[in-house]
């Protein structure tokens, strides 16, 4: 045998790659939150990247966080205000309709860019693989800078009132993880289903408009009848809103009642949309 064969004779054979086969889920499979063990980094990317297509090409920039519910404010102030007088619970009707604004805007444009995140960024879902269930959660999560900033205006306009805050701005954490979850709870439904019926997305408009009338942003929810307020309350909105309130004013009670058919309500329609976004996720990338 020549030194080159005894050579190659005792060189170790190499090791087996290792292959990671990624399968879809069959039936409906729960979350497998193993998935999402290390994930927080894409996510931060992602609420990045979401910042920056936001405002990007833009002439006001995060400005605009300030302005939609000011402007909003001032058209409030004057039709339900002025013009059609409805009651603001004991508080200047700017200051009334600003905080429910804050957490409305908020909420109106979390839902939208959550249920179009999906087809809006069809070229991750198409070139790797990755937890779906990030495009969602990073567009609700994204749209907390202008709550942040809303809120310091809503606290701007108190000072112009000369209305002092109360400890009761310590509940804005509790509140503002309602809103979210809120948002994030039909959002998930809506991508989902934005991804295989597109005209999903021009439903979505017309939705936040219904929405919003079934929120009391523009009037008070003492003006609903005692007998309608367990259905009015399935709303997680109400409880939002009047939470928001209930922060600033000094004489207003605490919504409890609004507050647990909240969050009795969020969490079923939460629940229900993890399971279905999980079962129909296997087919995002070949439908979008």
Known sequence: MT??????DQMPEPAAASVTTIR??????????????????????????????RYKQTVLGAAWAVLQPLLTMAVF???????????????????????ALVPWTYFANALTQASTSLVDQHQLLTKV???????????VI?????????????????????ITPSIRLLAVP?????????ALAPGIWLSALNVRYRDVRYVIPFLVQIWLFATPVAYSSSLVPERWRAV?????????????????????????????????AVALVLTAGLFFFRRV???????V
């Open 3 to 8: 030194p080159a064969a005894d050579y190659y």
């Open 24 to 53: 879809p889920p069959r039936g409906w499979a729960p979350l497998d939150m193993r998935e999402f063990t290390g994930a927080h980094e894409l996510l931060y990317f992602l609420v990045l990247r979401n910042l920056k297509l």
């Open 77 to 99: 102030t004057v039709v339900f205000g002025r013009l059609a007088r409805l009651g603001s619970d004991g508080l200047p009707y700017p200051v009334f309709a600003l905080a």
């Open 129 to 139: 693989y990755f937890p779906r269930l990030l495009l969602p959660l990073a567009a």
């Open 142 to 162: 994204a749209g907390l800078v202008d709550l942040v900033i809303s809120f310091i205006l809503l606290l701007v306009v108190l000072a112009w009132y000369g």
């Open 174 to 182: 509790v509140f503002a993880l309602l809103a979210v979850v809120s």
């Open 232 to 264: 009015y309350g399935l709303n997680p909105m109400v409880a939002v809103v009047d939470g928001f309130r209930w922060m600033v004013a000094p004489e207003a009670r605490l919504p409890a009642t609004a507050i647990g058919f909240a969050v009795a």
């Open 281 to 287: 996720e296997r087919t995002f990338a070949d439908v």
